[in-house]
């Protein structure tokens, strides 16, 4: 059974700083997916990562995907408020066919 | 207009009512999930579909049952709900495993 398990679950920071969100998995899988939720809103895609060493960017943030250590990592550089959000990880593959979310990580960045 | 579109967008319900949600799309994606939201818990796959006759059990379909009435539409009934299947619903598309899951708005659904 395929099983996310993402740190921190909490994080508050202040603007500015530099983090990362890590994203550990149980078994073999070969993509990963990050997404953000807003409170109250649905989850925007944010990284899709196909494959060992795939690092994308965006903005401040950067995903990248090690499939041997089984870990993802997002990486926020230069917080700013807008950032504040739920970030999920979520590895392909399971019992079923499609995702398997991590609990995410609620990011609340500070002035 | 949002390409997946969920309907109702609330609802509140009593234990042992039927139930049934609604999930369209304009993506022309064959694969649709349905998804359920809990706080603290991350979302956990209830059904998903990969074509009209190809439906299959996710991590927690106990309670419910899905109809896939056409490559556009994907339904997901409670047939007798229960207080612990209060939760946020969410459908979603994709078009393949190498793509992202386009989520809707999902559904808020308590269950008194």
């Known amino acids: 059974e395929l099983k996310v398990e993402q740190n921190p679950l909490f994080l508050s920071m202040q603007e500015g700083k530099n983090y990362t969100i890590y994203c550990n998995y149980s078994?073999?899988?070969?993509?990963l997916y990050w997404y953000r939720q807003d409170p109250g809103k649905s989850l925007e895609s944010l990284f899709v990562?196909?494959?060992?060493?795939a690092v994308k960017q965006e903005g401040r943030l950067m995903a990248s995907l090690d499939t041997k250590a089984r870990l993802s990592t997002l990486h926020i550089t230069a917080a700013v408020h807008d950032l504040s959000a739920t970030y999920f990880c979520?590895?392909?593959?399971?019992?079923?066919?499609?995702?398997?979310f991590g609990k995410g990580t609620h990011l609340i960045i500070q002035p | 207009d949002a390409d997946v579109t969920q309907t109702p967008r609330n609802r509140i319900t009593k234990t042992g009512k039927r139930i049934m949600l609604e999930c369209s799309q304009t993506?022309?994606?064959?694969?649709m999930y349905w998804y359920r939201q809990d706080p603290g818990l991350g979302l956990r796959l209830i059904y998903y579909?990969?074509?009209?006759?190809?439906?299959n059990k996710g991590e927690i379909s106990d309670g419910y049952s899905v109809s896939r009435q056409a490559q556009a539409k994907f339904s997901l009934s409670l047939e007798s709900a229960i207080p612990n299947q209060t939760a946020l619903y969410f459908c979603?598309?994709?078009?393949?495993?190498?793509?992202?899951?386009?989520f809707g708005d999902g559904t808020r659904l308590s269950i008194l």
């Open positions: 990562l196909l494959s060992n060493g």
């Open positions: 579909s990969f074509d009209v006759k190809d439906i």
């Open positions: 979520a590895p392909y593959g399971g019992r079923a066919d499609g995702l398997t």
């Open positions: 078994t073999t899988s070969d993509r």
């Open positions: 993506k022309g994606h064959d694969r």
């Open positions: 979603a598309t994709s078009g393949s495993s190498n793509q992202p899951q386009h």
